[in-house]
């Protein structure tokens, strides 16, 4: 048994296959989730709805093919701000949350102050992005991008080993 994050949660082998399979299968019934796992589906319940108040369960979504969307383009951006002062900070996340083409951003320590993944429909709609919303933000002091030529490991979630528990 594990005890994970600041809540103090407590995860037994059948708490961690649940959160394997409904992270593989979000759309997964409770009765099949509880088949999986080796549980009746009321007790199954249960525990899923544990561990979404414990905070281990963010959400529920849909992973979009973004090339079938149009989405062809997909760039990483390294943002250097003028401050590191947390009122700066603040201004530029504030800023980039909305401009729905950034779908990641990360704050850095080091050099670079953030990582933004940003995708677009072509090079001439990034390129507009990049001149008149991103490098025009608050505090911006330069920025450096590299266009992603294929991506080889996308697996959109986190390791479990069921075994290690």
């Not at 973004?66 to 250097?80: D, M, P």
């Not at 909305?98 to 704050?107: K, N």
């Not at 002091?141 to 080993?161: E, N, Y």
């Amino acid at each position: 048994m594990a005890i994970i994050g600041s809540s103090r949660t407590r995860l037994d082998e059948i708490d961690w296959q649940i959160l394997a399979a409904l992270q593989q299968d979000g759309r997964m019934t409770n009765i099949d989730l509880a088949r999986k796992v080796g549980l009746t589906a009321p007790p199954c319940l249960r525990r899923v709805k544990a561990l979404e108040e414990a905070g281990l369960i963010r959400d529920y979504v849909a992973r979009l093919n973004g090339a079938a969307l149009g989405y062809t383009i997909t760039v990483f951006a390294l943002v250097s701000l003028k401050s590191q002062a947390e009122q700066d900070l603040r201004a530029f996340e504030d800023h980039v949350q909305h401009i729905p083409e950034v779908v990641e951003c990360h704050m850095l320590n080091g050099e670079i102050d953030f990582i933004l993944k940003i995708v677009a429909h072509d090079l001439q709609e990034f390129q507009s992005l990049l001149t008149s919303r991103l490098t025009t933000a608050p505090g911006v002091a330069h920025v450096k991008t590299s266009l992603t030529i294929r991506t080889s490991k996308d697996v959109g979630g986190f390791p479990i080993d069921i075994n290690a528990k």
